[in-house]
């Protein structure tokens, strides 16, 4: 049995064709066609990465998004009709790991399924420097374990948030430039997002690690 992608997708049509798309390329699909039943199916199949389209009846998929991230680091690639480059930001902003926009070709969006778990995958190996552990400051960062917390509790990370904030934290006091976070740790375009959700979570803490050094990048200083 392959990998388990959860499609949760009120467009029947769609969801058979990424399904047998999926199941050529060896992967074990799983279909929901609302928000609540790909819930029920997150929880019970505990599915490797979820293709969750946005506009779902009875639980719409951010708010789908939104829990699952409370429990669980798995892939998910946002589906929607929608364009524009706010709908994006809030996808991101939410917890997704990509956003395709319909229509789109399935092949590319298999593409994305591959790329993203190789990613997930990478990032959960446990060898080598992935056991360093990082204390400054307040915070605690274990890459073993992938966790964080600041003075005993809990911080809530996804995994690019957190190897964005080891990142950082392993090189304090230096400044990177978008591009240069886009090519070390992110693997993607969306680095603004990323560290604008990571900031908001220390900000709950009252720490302001992540400084914008203007013209030139960002940099972390817990001092």
Same mark, same amino acid.
């Given at each position: ?14 969801? +058979? ?27 019970? #199949? ?49 917890? @997704? ?13 298999? @593409? ?17 420097? #992935? ?17 964080? +917390? ?20 392993? #090189? ?16 993607? #375009? ?31 200083? @817990?001092?």
């Amino acid at each position: 049995m392959g990998q388990k992608i959860l499609i949760v997708e009120d467009e029947r049509e769609l969801a +058979d064709i990424l399904g047998a798309y999926l199941e050529v390329e060896g992967f074990t699909p799983i279909v929901a066609k609302d928000g609540k039943e790909g819930l029920s199916a997150f929880y019970e #199949n505990k599915p490797d990465l979820m293709l969750l389209d946005i506009m779902l009846p009875k639980v719409d998929g951010i708010k789908v998004c939104k829990e699952v991230r409370e429990s669980s680091d798995i892939p998910v690639i946002m589906i929607s009709a929608k364009s524009g480059e706010m709908d994006k930001v809030i996808a991101l902003g939410i917890g @997704a790991d990509d956003y395709v926009t319909k229509p789109f070709s399935p092949l590319e969006l298999i @593409a994305r399924v591959k790329a993203q778990l190789r990613r997930y995958e990478k990032s959960m190996d446990n060898s080598g420097m #992935n056991r360093e552990e990082i204390s400054t400051g307040k915070l605690s960062l274990n890459k073993a374990a992938y966790t964080a +917390d600041v003075d005993g509790q809990s911080l809530t990370l996804t995994t690019k948030e957190f190897e964005i904030l080891f990142f950082f934290a392993r #090189n304090p006091n230096q400044v990177f430039s978008k591009e240069q976070i886009y090519e070390g740790v992110c693997d993607d #375009n969306s680095v603004t997002v990323y560290i604008n959700r990571i900031r908001e979570k220390l900000n709950k803490f009252n720490l302001d690690y992540i400084k914008t050094v203007w013209g030139a990048g960002y940099k972390f200083s @817990a001092g």
